[in-house]
Structure formats: C-alpha cells, structure tokens
C-alpha cells in the first residue's frame, strides 16, 4: 500500500513538472495571446519592423535571427538590416567587410564591437554578408551621446562639422514629456540626470535619420535595438513619423515573466507584439 501511495504521489509531481517547456510566448498589444507565424505575417506587410531587445535575452537573440531569415524568405533581396549595436561612423568599415574588402579580425579592430557581438549579431551580420544585403550601422557614436549627457544638446553644437556627420542634423527635436523619456528622467531620482533622456533622444534621432536615409520605398527595414528605444512607438519610431507618418511600422518589445500564460498588465501597450520569456531562462551576459 505505501508502495502505490508513493507512485501516486509521485506521477502527481512530474505530472505538475512535465508540461511541454516554452522558451517564449507572443502576445499582441492588448494582452491576448497570438503566435510566431501572425507576428511574421505582420512583419513581411510592414515598411519597418523594430525588433526592442533585451541585450543581454538569448532567446531574444535568437528570434532575431529567426524573423530575418524568414522575412528573407518571403521579400529576398528586398531586405534592409540596421542595428543600434553598430554606430554611424563604423558604417565604412562595416561595408567593406560585408563586401569581403577587409577580412573579420580587421573590421573587429577598426569598429567599436559590443562585448556580446560574436555571440548574439554576429550571426545577423553573417547573414546579410551571406546574402548580399546591406546593413546599416545607425546609431550615434557612444562619444557624441557622452557628451550630451555631461552637458545637454548645447554640448554638440560647437562640434566641427566633420563630426556632425554622424549624427541627425542639429538642433534634435527634442519631446521631453514622451513617456520614455519622462521614466527615465524619474529613474534618475533628479539626481543630476536631466541630461539623461536627451542623450538617449540624441541616439533615437540619429539612428532614425540613418534608417531613413537607407530606407527605400517597396522595401522591409529590419532595426535591432533594445526595447527602450522602440516601446510604445515612441524613441526611433516617434521620431521616424515626425519626418514620414505614413509609413507602416510593427514593433516587437522582449520581457521576462515567471508566467507565460498571461501578459503582466504593465506591458500592455508597450509593443505590437510582446514575446514574453520565462524568467528563469539563463541570460547571455
């Protein structure tokens, strides 16, 4: 009799463990869930597709991948890849490896690579070398946002006109009552931090003047950036539309929840999809 009481007890347990593991779940913006195949259906209809990371979410990372493969499949040549990871004035060194001018340990030494490269853009990269795709190194260099951090847009405005060549045109238009740009004023505690979201509006100017730049019409742009830049189409995505309204934009946003079941109240809005990971899932850094 204790035998059986022990087996029973024991298939209760592994019955509550051996539920089909999910590594993500996708949500649309209301909360209610939807699947990997709308989400790229969605995406292959759009002028630009702004996939908000967590930079450090190997799934993340990995649907990346995913979602370019696939919409290659569906447009080929007709693909446009841009990343934040890559900055403006690397965007010469960048070509010339894509074009095979300069082999890999000379365009690592020549660009500012993120720690993480290798492991979560580089396949992104490769991929657009493969297939002869063009992408595009977008953001400010990390100095000029520096320098807009320490001492506000006034900082950058004497810069030689060399250096202004890799960033959106000055003055940036500058929303401070944005959500994002607010949160992250607050997050600050008014500590010193003024300078803060107009560092990061330098950078979501800059990379939205670079993807137009490179956008062409009849064309997808696939943008990698974290997801602060792109949440509740605001960052890239407002500027983009104060310069070109008409154009049709999805938004992926990344999160980490203990449950996939349903999305946590707080991230409704942030996306038009939200991939929902769990939060036990080992990070990549």
């Not at 649907?63 to 040549?77: A, H, P, R, V």
């Not at 449950?259 to 080992?282: E, M, R, Y």
Request: with cysteine.
């Amino acid at each position: 009799m204790k035998h059986i009481t022990f087996i029973f007890i024991l298939l209760i347990h592994l019955n509550g463990r051996a539920q089909e593991p999910k590594a993500f779940q996708i949500f649309k913006s209301n909360g209610r869930k939807t699947t990997y195949k709308k989400l790229l259906k969605k995406a292959a209809k759009a002028d630009m597709v702004f996939f908000g990371e967590e930079h450090d979410n190997p799934v993340a990372h990995w649907l990346e991948l995913c979602l370019t493969k696939d919409l290659f499949q569906k447009s080929g040549k007709d693909l446009i890849l841009g990343a934040e990871m890559l900055e403006a004035d690397n965007q010469t060194a960048l070509d010339e490896y894509l074009n095979d001018k300069i082999d890999y340990k000379t365009f690592k030494k020549q660009t500012r690579l993120w720690n993480n490269y290798k492991t979560d853009y580089k396949p992104l990269v490769e991929f657009a070398k493969k297939h002869h795709l063009p992408f595009i190194a977008t953001n400010v260099p990390r100095r000029y946002a520096s320098k807009v951090y320490h001492g506000g847009f006034i900082a950058v405005d004497t810069l030689k006109k060399s250096d202004k060549q890799w960033m959106a045109p000055l003055p940036i238009k500058y929303k401070s009552d944005l959500s994002q740009y607010k949160k992250m004023l607050n997050m600050m505690g008014g500590h010193g931090g003024e300078n803060l979201p107009k560092a990061q509006a330098l950078k979501d100017a800059t990379m939205a003047y670079n993807i137009l730049r490179h956008y062409q019409k009849g064309k997808h742009f696939i943008h990698y950036n974290g997801s602060y830049h792109s949440n509740f189409h605001q960052g890239i995505v407002w500027y983009i539309k104060q310069k070109n309204p008409d154009l049709k934009i999805i938004t992926i946003d990344v999160e980490t929840q203990k449950n996939l079941k349903k999305l946590n109240p707080k991230h409704i809005g942030k996306a038009d999809f939200i991939i929902v990971v769990p939060a036990d899932f080992p990070r990549s850094y």
